[in-house]
């Protein structure tokens, strides 16, 4: 029976389609208060905060322009696959990020799922950054699509911060295709409220005549720092809006929700929030990670997957111009217990074949047996430049690290290996071991640092 036939009801007629709510329509540039920035108001807004608009759904729309208008999904298609990106068609159905795929497929059967390519992400988020990067030395990553940026040195006569603000955008979606959503205001809490209120594809503007009377007609749960818990406490004393938070006393807050967190939330509530933007750190480490649509009991399986990710880690260091000297392996059996087991290595690399050797000793030594795997990762740390000096080891000529003996040859292996990957894709050349994969429910590249979620 096709879909035409399922649609139709036992009288013959056609049955109606429900209609789905329509996307979000671009939110354009806007000044808080309506009219220009007061004079006196200008000087005091210099922190953006750029978020790309439903990034990895974007990027893959942008890639495939035939996705263009219908709901996307991104994510792991599997029983524990979950929504990493949803377009804005996918949104108007009720898909959310974090939410399970099979959840969001009920809720818009017609949406497209494409597993993740974190590989493409990272390298338009480069891109992305470069912009950012450009316009100021103070940029400070919270994940790989969104920053805070502090322009007041970059601010001259006739070009104030929004206008700033306004080049950055045209400049991204020049360069990427993408549409990036800013905020702009005087602190870091304002802008980011300012980018979340004016997605998709908007440019807020909060000058501080207009942020307070603003701020406090949200609702609570707009401040950062309040989850469910926080605003089951508060709504036992009748507090709903950022307004009733602010008018409330200190004492009273810090009475129900300690005195740090009452303190920090009554700041906020007043809009008042000095902290810096801190250009982000180098990434610590760079790894891979999946988790299977079903665990893996097969100890030579588990075995080949390990080698995956061995192998995946080696390239994304080749990429990042970095090399690692200590390699961790990561376990999750089907209980979700978690085990981690390392080893450093006496020096540096990013040699394929040297993590995929020391990744296989780590999983050796744990015994898994047929114990049943969910999840395995391999990260390399201790990273340091590859065009950095290193001091070699005496005793060390053969097998480990960067001054093993067979590492030239490796190395020009691993180099000819990228060069074909980068020309034809990553399936183009593979170990034969590898070329049966396991339906994967999501895996997740972790070079970049973690978000910084408590801003």
Not at 363 to 378: F, I, S, T, Y
Request: glycine share 10%; aromatic share 4%.
């Amino acid at each position: 029976m096709d879909e035409a036939e399922r649609a139709r009801p036992r009288d013959g007629r056609p049955r109606p389609r429900p209609a789905r709510p329509a996307p979000q329509a671009p939110f354009g540039e806007r000044v808080l208060g309506g009219g220009p920035v007061p004079e006196g108001e200008l000087d005091a807004l210099r922190i953006l905060h750029a978020d790309m608009d439903a990034f990895y759904a974007s990027v893959e729309i942008n890639r495939n322009p035939s996705l263009a208008g219908r709901p996307v999904l991104v994510g792991g298609p599997g029983r524990r696959g979950v929504v990493t990106s949803a377009s804005y068609e996918a949104r108007a159905a009720g898909c959310r990020n974090a939410m399970p795929t099979g959840m969001a497929r009920r809720l818009c059967p017609e949406a497209v799922v494409i597993p993740p390519d974190f590989d493409l992400y990272r390298k338009v988020s480069a891109t992305v950054m470069g912009a950012f990067r450009d316009v100021t030395p103070l940029v400070e990553p919270l994940s790989l699509d969104e920053a805070f940026l502090d322009v007041g040195g970059a601010r001259r006569p006739g070009r104030s911060a929004v206008d700033i603000a306004r080049a950055l955008r045209a400049r991204v979606r020049d360069e990427t295709g993408l549409a990036v959503t800013v905020g702009v205001a005087a602190s870091k809490f304002l802008a980011k409220l300012g980018s979340s209120s004016g997605k998709p594809d908007g440019l807020f503007v909060l000058p501080p005549g207009q942020a307070v009377a603003w701020l406090h007609g949200l609702p609570v749960e707009r401040l950062w720092g309040v989850g469910d818990a926080t605003m089951k406490v508060l709504a036992r004393y009748g507090i709903s809006t950022v307004g009733q938070l602010a008018t409330t006393p200190r004492p009273t807050l810090e009475a129900a929700l300690g005195r740090a967190a009452g303190e920090r939330l009554l700041e906020l509530a007043w809009a008042r929030d000095d902290r810096p933007v801190v250009p982000g750190e180098a990434a610590k480490s760079i790894g891979s990670e999946e988790t299977f649509a079903e665990d893996i009991e097969d100890p030579e399986v588990l075995a080949r997957e390990v080698l995956r990710q061995a192998v995946r880690v080696g390239r994304r260091l080749r990429t990042a111009g970095q090399l690692g000297r200590t390699v961790t392996l990561k376990i999750r059996f089907g209980d979700w217990q978690t085990v981690t087991r390392s080893r450093t290595l006496p020096g540096p690399t990013d040699a394929d074949a040297e993590l995929a050797r020391v990744a296989a000793r780590l999983l050796a030594g744990l015994e898994v047996g047929r114990r049943p795997v969910r999840l395995v990762g391999v990260t390399a740390s201790q990273l340091i430049g590859a065009d950095e000096p290193v001091q070699l080891e005496l005793g060390v000529g053969t097998g480990d690290g960067r001054a093993g003996g067979d590492r030239a040859g490796w190395e020009a292996v691993d180099r000819v290996a990228d060069e074909l990957r980068d020309r034809f894709g990553d399936r183009a050349v593979r170990l034969a071991s590898l070329l049966d994969e396991p339906e994967s429910a999501f895996a997740e590249a972790r070079e970049e640092p973690r978000a910084r979620r408590d801003l």
